[in-house]
């Protein structure tokens, strides 16, 4: 039934390792804008095409660079894009217009199923409305595209929680776009000349970037996020003053913090969520969007998540937090004035005082 919507032009949202995907078929552009359209995604923003198998390349790319057999053999089915020279067949606004088009195998069993029975490359981005945190359930699909799609398949929470990596093999040396899945390190034993860029990658609003998709603003919830960064100590005592800030004006906190700092913030007015253990990324990664919706659930006006190592899966951690946070960064080993802190804010934390009933987040 998914796989004869997908023949028949519409959209269907189906689980994969990384995150849920929102799928269309790859070759037929109608479909293809539908997909931008449920999910209010610039059309400047190229989506991935998947692929049952890697010997289905040749369907989507005229110009298969020798590397990729390597990667495929070590990476595939799995959590890797590979951006590639676009065949003809692939309807050009998959790639925004691009000469190039991205692709990836995934490695969910259902993701599968249903790329082998529909027999069509399938276009898919993230199963999310625009900038807000990907979805890693199919409820997390329902409640940003209900009514947007016609069929969600139902695979269960991801296994990884953050999406692909995606790596640029049309730039000379190859350029990592995304960090994700598969950790950069792993990518160098293969590709020793991959540019790994030292801080995100951020494109301006509207500009034709060399990396579409680095918008700042990305994976966000309702509430606003700041990084905060430093020892645990640090963080605990500025973390302190700005929960009691927000208290005394009637504002609410969350706070994302990795589970053995948790003990920490007992007793702050704030609701505390566990990250997971620092120790274990893989849990981290698994959980990170889920938890981001948490705290909107639970209806906090300023969420302070802490930063985690950039090593292995870390760094896929971090740039999905960076970019929740827009790019707000708090230390907590510098100098800390509240009152100029609060200013870097949105307007909504500077006005609003306990008289005030409704909240920040709600007149921001
Ligand atoms: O894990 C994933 O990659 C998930 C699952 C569903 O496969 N998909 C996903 O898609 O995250 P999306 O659309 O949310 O992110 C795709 C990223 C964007 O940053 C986009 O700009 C980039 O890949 N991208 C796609 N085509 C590209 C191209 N031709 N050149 C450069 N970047 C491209
Ligand atoms: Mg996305």
Known sequence: M??????AGQLVAFPTETVYGLGANALDAAAVARIFAAKQRPSTDPLIVHLADASHLERITADIPPVVERLAERFWPGPLTLVVRRGAHVAPNVSSGRDTVAVRVPAHPVAHALLAACDLPIAAPSANLFSRPSPTTAQHVLADLDGRVDIILDGGPATIGLESTVIDLTQTPPVLLRPGGVPAELLLDVLPDLRVPAAPLIAA?????????????????HATVVLLRGDAAAARHVAQAIVAL??????????????????????????????GPSADLLAVARYLFARLRELDSLGVDLILAREV???????AIRDRLFRAAEGRVLDAGAPFDLARWLATLPPGFAVANPQQECSARRRI
């Open 2 to 7: 998914a796989a004869a919507a997908i023949r």
């Open 205 to 221: 609003e509207g500009e034709a970037a060399s990396s579409p998709g680095t918008l700042l603003k990305h994976y966000a919830p």
């Open 246 to 275: 927000l208290h005394s004006k009637g504002l609410r906190a969350g706070l994302l913090v990795p589970d053995e700092e948790s003990p920490l913030y007992a007793g702050l007015q704030a609701e505390v969520v566990g990250l």
């Open 309 to 315: 190592d950039a090593a292995g899966l870390g760094l």
